[in-house]
Nanobody
Framework: QVRVVESGGGLVQTGGSLRLSCAAS????????MGWYRQAPGKQRELLAS???????NYADSVKGRFTISRDNAKDTAYLQMNSLKPEDTAVYYC???????????????WGQGTLVTVSS
């Protein structure tokens, strides 16, 4: 069974920084894409940033220049460095792993349970 667990959320003031971590565990051969999403109250879940195993990245316009995604393929982990945080960044942040290869499957998708980020004004 593959699990994805986020950590690093919390309360931060406007202009501050946080670093989220995402750790995948289980019988994993490889993970194609790891991404970060968020969902604010009353809004749809949105993709913020993703990174393939080869290092290609994709960012939402709303976070470009402020957030940076990184990965450690050997540890099946991903990170999201968030700088210049704004109150509108307040949301539950989710990690997603796509194209997970295991002994049983080659294209599993797994979501984490989410971590809350609150930015105070």
């Amino acid at each position: 069974q593959v699990r994805v667990v986020e950590s690093g959320g919390g309360l931060v003031q406007t202009g501050g920084s946080l670093r989220l971590s995402c750790a995948a565990s289980g019988s994993i051969f490889s993970i194609n894409t790891m991404g970060w999403y968020r969902q604010a109250p009353g809004k749809q879940r949105e993709l913020l940033a993703s990174m393939t195993s080869s290092g290609s990245t994709n960012y939402a316009d709303s976070v470009k220049g402020r957030f940076t995604i990184s990965r450690d393929n050997a540890k099946d982990t991903a990170y999201l460095q968030m700088n210049s945080l704004k109150p509108e960044d307040t949301a539950v942040y989710y990690c997603n792993a796509k194209g997970v290869r295991t002994p049983q499957t080659w294209n599993l998708e797994v979501w984490g349970q989410g971590t809350l980020v609150t930015v105070s004004s």
